[in-house]
């Protein structure tokens, strides 16, 4: 039998339980990489700000290409995760809308870049782009239907457009420091709402 480690673990629970962890913080630093230096980045500073050695890269992502993809998975997760968490915590429905699309516009930024580096492959690109409206589109359509439930704005949006068009205004941010898509959202999202019956 083999033996437990001090938590009640066996040591290859233990070692499957840091290799998760592990994997986790570098694509962490990974991403967060990405959005100051591009995903052609190189590995060396990938390690150095996810604290672990190049190995433990190379031993999660043996190509630079997967390491991109697993990024962009994990960006997708994490936005899908937060819209059910932001309808439990948030003020309102609208409040948590506007959070969401706040993460959401986070994402686009960070996925700058991902896009391109995939178009080599283009079959793992289309892959990933119907995971993204798979994992994406039922989280904005909760969003968009609780807070029209809530009468916070008008029926009809539908979450495709809506994603579609935060999508369009996000594009030109890095080539423009004068241009702000977040003010622009802002201004679409007041459009979503119902007129304030006096």
């Given at each position: 039998?083999?033996?437990?480690?001090?938590?009640?673990?066996?040591?290859?629970?233990?070692?499957?339980?840091?290799?998760?962890?592990?994997?986790?913080?570098?694509?962490?630093?990974?991403?967060?990489?990405?959005?100051?230096?591009?995903?052609?980045?190189?590995?060396?500073?990938?390690?150095?700000?996810?604290?672990?050695?190049?190995?433990?890269?190379?031993?999660?992502?043996?190509?630079?290409?997967?390491?991109?993809?697993?990024?962009?998975?994990?960006?997708?997760?994490?936005?899908?995760?937060a819209g059910p968490n932001l309808l439990t915590i948030a003020a309102s429905p609208l409040d948590a809308l506007?959070?969401?699309?706040?993460?959401?516009?986070?994402?686009?930024?960070?996925?700058?870049?991902?896009?391109?580096?995939?178009?080599?492959?283009?079959?793992?690109?289309?892959?990933?782009?119907?995971?993204?409206?798979?994992?994406?589109?039922?989280?904005?359509?909760?969003?968009?239907?609780?807070?029209?439930?809530?009468?916070?704005?008008?029926?009809?949006?539908?979450?495709?457009?809506?994603m579609r068009g935060i999508g369009n205004l996000c594009i030109g941010?890095?080539?423009?420091?004068?241009?702000?898509?977040?003010?622009?959202?802002?201004?679409?999202?007041?459009?979503?709402?119902?007129?304030?019956?006096?």
């Amino acid at each position: 039998m083999a033996a437990e480690g001090p938590a009640g673990e066996s040591p290859s629970r233990s070692k499957r339980a840091d290799a998760q962890r592990n994997r986790e913080t570098v694509l962490t630093a990974a991403a967060e990489v990405f959005v100051t230096s591009g995903v052609d980045a190189p590995i060396r500073q990938i390690a150095a700000q996810a604290g672990v050695g190049m190995a433990t890269i190379y031993r999660h992502f043996p190509t630079r290409s997967d390491l991109v993809t697993a990024v962009y998975q994990h960006q997708i997760e994490a936005c899908a995760e937060a819209g059910p968490n932001l309808l439990t915590i948030a003020a309102s429905p609208l409040d948590a809308l506007r959070q969401w699309i706040d993460l959401f516009v986070d994402f686009l930024v960070t996925k700058h870049g991902l896009a391109d580096a995939l178009q080599s492959d283009s079959d793992r690109f289309a892959a990933l782009h119907a995971y993204f409206l798979d994992r994406l589109l039922p989280v904005c359509a909760q969003l968009l239907d609780a807070a029209v439930e809530a009468g916070d704005i008008r029926p009809g949006t539908q979450p495709y457009e809506l994603m579609r068009g935060i999508g369009n205004l996000c594009i030109g941010r890095d080539n423009d420091p004068r241009y702000d898509p977040r003010r622009l959202i802002s201004l679409l999202l007041q459009g979503l709402q119902r007129p304030q019956t006096s």
